[in-house]
């Protein structure tokens, strides 16, 4: 069968009225731009480009330099384009307006330019994690408030995983797709179309290092994987940890399982309220692991539903095959006294 082009998708999808010919051009230019972001990374020690860029982002963290280039590309992709409103970044404090000198969009674009970043230097997989909203209609110059929707009103999310492969996986809430690079051509080609992650797992994702500080209900519910057959679930379970968010909820959309990054008394203690950010982790991450047939809570409330209070706000994330989120997000409202 001819392969389907990322263009030629975008094209079916405008006719199908899932997207407009604005989103449309938007996602090209995110995609184009990730492509120069996959060149840099894969040149690794050879670019110039690891190590620290001796700055710390909005977040207290020190800055990769590929954070910074990756940031820089996406936001110089996205000025000139004439279909964005205004950009937010894990690495700058406040939303980049479009410069005055280009035509402004009806969209907002969020993203983090390199997730995982840690693992650069270890020449593990990072990725980039994107979220298009509209910008309000009567909206000019978008402030961080303008952002502050659910989940549920993305136009759009999508990952693209710097990996042995440059995978796209892109959702526009008509199903979650997936197209490879095919560097000789210089294109992204529909590799997987409506991808399905199965109800049930035995494959789980979570930082054991962190479980001291769990709250009881994830105590109890990860004890239960961890008993396997001789436990409550009678059956053995195996576990990942890429620290990459963007290769784990990969290899789940792949093969199934879960991930959490859940709540811990550390974070409770400094009166946080996660690790992973809501608006350009949680939330796109949330819709493309929802529309393959998963689910993603918080450990109490469904992602898509929370209503934002802050740009950089941090959530738990529990996401992936859906009777397990479902059990493990049982046990904690259950703890609550909830229901
Ligand atoms: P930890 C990467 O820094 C990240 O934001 C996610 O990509 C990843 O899942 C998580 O943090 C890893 O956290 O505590 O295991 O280093």
Known sequence: MKPVSLIQFLIEERRAGHINAELSLLIEVVARACKRIAV???????G???????????????????????????LE????????????????EDPQPIPDMYPKGQ????????????NIDV?????????????PDDVVEPKA???????????????VVYGPATVLVLTFGHGTHEFTLDREVGSFVLSRRDIRIPEATAEFAINMSN???????????????????????GKDFNMRWVASMVADVHRILTRGGVFYYPLDARIIAKGGSGKLRLMYEANPMAFIVEQAGGAASTGR??????????LHQRVPVFLGSRQEIELATHYHREADGAQ
């Not at 977040?59 to 330099?65: F, P, S």
Request: net charge negative.
């Open 145 to 159: 408030e303008h952002f502050l929707q659910p989940g549920t009103t993305q136009l759009a999310a999508g990952y």
């Open 123 to 135: 020449n593990v997989s990072v990725g980039t994690i994107f979220s298009v909203l509209r910008c």
């Open 301 to 310: 409330e469904r992602i898509l539903d929370l209503q934002p209070t802050a």
């Open 40 to 46: 840099a990374v894969n040149k690794g020690a050879l």
């Open 77 to 92: 992709a996205n000025a000139w384009g004439g279909h964005l409103a205004a950009c937010a970044s894990e690495e700058m």
């Open 211 to 233: 479980q001291r500080h769990w709250e009881a209900p994830m105590q109890r519910y990860i004890g239960e994987l961890l008993a396997g057959t001789d436990g409550p679930r």
């Open 107 to 118: 969209h907002l674009l969020l993203f983090d330019p390199l997730d995982g970043s840690s």
């Open 48 to 74: 110039g480009v690891l190590g620290n860029a001796g700055t710390d982002n909005v977040q207290g963290e020190a800055q990769k330099k590929l954070d910074v280039i990756s940031n820089e590309i996406l």
